[in-house]
């Protein structure tokens, strides 16, 4: 792969830059993320504090590592992993959300290094991390070979990557797009885009591809009554997400 070459797909880019605004808003564009946040949160410390035998009941936990947040929008997974020790970089191609996520870092007294950039650039000016959250951005890729080979790249030898997508399912079509975007107005209408979205059997296989072992994978679960997610073994047919290290 070239140094200067990308994976960012420029129209869907502009789909979250035009959103940039609304990070911070729990009933604006981002209330699906935002609903989401602690179940993820969940998922993402468990599994660093195992791989890096971390006690979660410690101050600062995860003092010590290297955390990148790649599509790291407003800086919702960035800010808690901050409080928790790590020292965090912050990577979004969308320009218009750098800003954003600078602010609410500042007025929430955090030291935080948020970059307008891509993965690919930061693999090829040689950076290097513990840890790598690639949350929800794998489906928006133009190459998601190309782009997991780049984060590939920035982990260290022993590094852990947690990447999450949307499964394509007829259960996903109904979920992310006729009710997200249509029907409960989340998401504007055409945020997401079906075809792009990533079986559990085709991330495995692309993960392996780029050098990396899959030992972990959950479900995320909706519950329409609770108004809650939960994490789940077997239901994978929405939201999922995976553990994968480097050898």
Sequence with gaps: MQPNS???????????????????DPNGKFKPLHMLNPCRL??????????????LKTAKPFTGLRLLDIGCGGGLLAEPMARLGATVVGADAAAGNIPVAQVHAAQSGLNIDYRNTTAEALAAAGEQFDVVLNMEVVEH??????????????????GLQI???LNRTAKSFAAAIVGAEF???????????????????????????AGLDPVDRKG????????????SDRDLAVNYVTTSLKP
């Excluded at 195992?50 to 006690?55: G, I, K």
């Excluded at 945020?191 to 296989?205: A, G, Q, S, V």
């Design 163 to 165: 990447c999450s997508t």
């Design 220 to 231: 995320f679960v909706f519950n329409p009554i609770s108004w809650t997610w939960s994490l």
């Design 183 to 209: 029907i409960m107005r989340w998401l504007p209408k055409g945020t997401h885009d079906w075809n792009k979205f990533i079986t559990p059997e085709e991330l495995y296989e692309l993960l392996r591809d």
């Design 141 to 158: 890729v133009a190459d998601p070979a190309t782009y997991l080979t780049a984060c590939q790249r920035l982990l260290k030898p022993g």
């Design 42 to 55: 969940d998922y993402i410390t468990s599994q660093i504090a195992a791989e890096f035998d971390r006690d």
């Design 6 to 24: 990308t994976t960012i797909d420029t129209e869907e880019v502009a789909k979250f830059e035009a959103m940039a605004v609304e990070w911070w």
